[in-house]
């Protein structure tokens, strides 16, 4: 049950695009379709912005997208805006109906 | 629409005990696996527990194994986290969540407001 990995921190500015990776195992993120995407501003509680690799639920706008190669899970936010900075938290299924989360990426807008 | 309501967080010793409860509605309580989620002051989101829907299997993470107990109630659609040896490292605000598919346990697409607990003498 170790947490996956994110970087810290994350930078762009309005109007880029941005990456979060989220490397994890076989046994977690490499083993199943099901890594889920959290957006949570300081305060709040985390809001569903990507669950099955790459899906997205319905308001959330289609600058996000998700993808997983290996064991590695991304989060790609294309046409940055101000709204978008907040952290940014990977969970992947690891087996046994248990779930892991990563440590979370701050985003911060320029 | 979907509403996860938790209550019985606060300030308590370590080593003591509190039970935490999750009112929901909006949706069929009985058909989704529900979860607890906690998050520490200034650090990320950590798994803590799940429970099927009819209640016959309860997972945990390693480090509350033996010492929390997840348990629901269908007829009053709640769910409960009692919390037993309470540690310090347990200080953090608990979420209920729900998955976003009846009879998954996958993500956590509803999440409610979230109560304190801290753990401190």
């Known amino acids: 049950q170790s947490a996956l990995t994110q970087p810290r921190s994350v930078s762009g500015s309005p109007g880029q695009s941005v990456t979060i990776s989220c490397t994890g195992t076989s046994s977690d993120v490499g083993g199943y ?21 790459s899906k997205r639920p319905s308001g959330v706008p289609d600058r996000f997208s998700g993808s997983k190669s290996g064991n590695t899970a991304s989060l790609t936010i294309s046409g940055l805006q101000a709204e978008d900075e907040a952290d940014y938290y990977c969970c992947s299924y690891a087996g046994s109906s248990t779930l892991v989360f990563g440590g979370g990426t701050k985003l911060t807008v320029l | 629409e979907v509403q996860l309501v938790e209550s019985g967080g606060g300030l308590v010793q370590p080593g003591g005990s509190l039970r935490l409860s999750c009112a929901a509605s909006g949706f069929t309580f009985s058909s989704y696996w529900m979860s607890w989620v906690r998050q520490a002051p200034g650090k990320g989101l950590e798994w803590v527990a799940n429970i099927k829907q009819d209640g016959s299997e309860k997972y945990y993470v390693d480090s509350v194994k033996g010492r929390f107990t997840i348990s629901r109630d269908n007829a009053k659609n709640s769910l409960y986290l009692q919390m037993d040896s309470l540690r310090a490292e347990d200080t953090a605000v608990y979420y209920c ?7 998954a346990n996958t993500h956590f697409q509803h999440w409610g407001q979230g109560t304190l607990v801290t753990v401190s003498s």
């Open chain 2, 97 to 103: 969540a729900r998955d976003g598919r009846p009879a």
């Open chain 1, 33 to 53: 379709i099901y890594v889920s995407w959290y957006q949570q501003y300081p305060g709040k509680a985390p809001k569903l912005m990507i669950y099955d690799v």
